[in-house]
């Protein structure tokens, strides 16, 4: 779905949507009656989309390309409720990888491949990814995946989360 929406044209914020919003209308049919969130995240490094590394490999590609660069990362959050969406949002920050060298990345692949591997961008920045980065404009855990913020302010709203 992703590499179809992609090859429409869709921009990868709208992706990160479209995905969060697929995995809640799925879960959603499972369960009518609960309200479901689905989430998904998306790398946006100057209009391309990454995907997740495969292998060692192609991360250490995808932090090379990351390198001495700005992108951002748009997280996705859509709510269902009886099969329909009841709300949505899209948090985005913007990181600035610092400039990395080549035994650098090998390195830190090395180091924390079990842990990246499943990770867009191939780091996590609640753990050694941090030391990848000079600057962050956003939410942290926008960052981690799960705007937090707007979405515990729509359950509090809805009265799910009391005040």
């Not at 980065?133 to 707007?150: N, R, W």
């Amino acid at each position: 779905m992703r590499d179809a929406l992609a090859e429409e044209g869709a921009t990868p914020r709208d992706i990160a949507d479209a995905l969060a919003e697929a995995k809640a209308r799925k879960v959603s049919g499972r369960h009518p009656k609960a309200l479901v969130l689905g989430c998904d995240q998306t790398l946006d490094l100057e209009g391309t989309l990454l995907s997740k590394a495969e292998t060692r490999e192609e991360a250490e590609a995808q932090i090379a390309a990351l390198s001495g660069r700005r992108h951002m990362l748009h997280s996705a959050i859509v709510a269902y409720e009886g099969h329909e969406p009841v709300w949505r949002h899209v948090g985005t920050v913007r990181l600035q990888v610092r400039p990395l060298s080549a035994g650098y990345i090998t390195a830190y692949v090395a180091r924390n491949w079990d842990s990246i591997r499943h990770s867009v961008g191939s780091y996590k920045l609640e753990e050694e990814g941090i030391r990848l980065f000079s600057a962050i404009e956003g939410d942290y855990f926008t960052v981690l995946g799960m705007p937090m913020l707007p979405l515990l302010s729509w359950l509090t709203v809805r009265g799910i989360l009391a005040t």
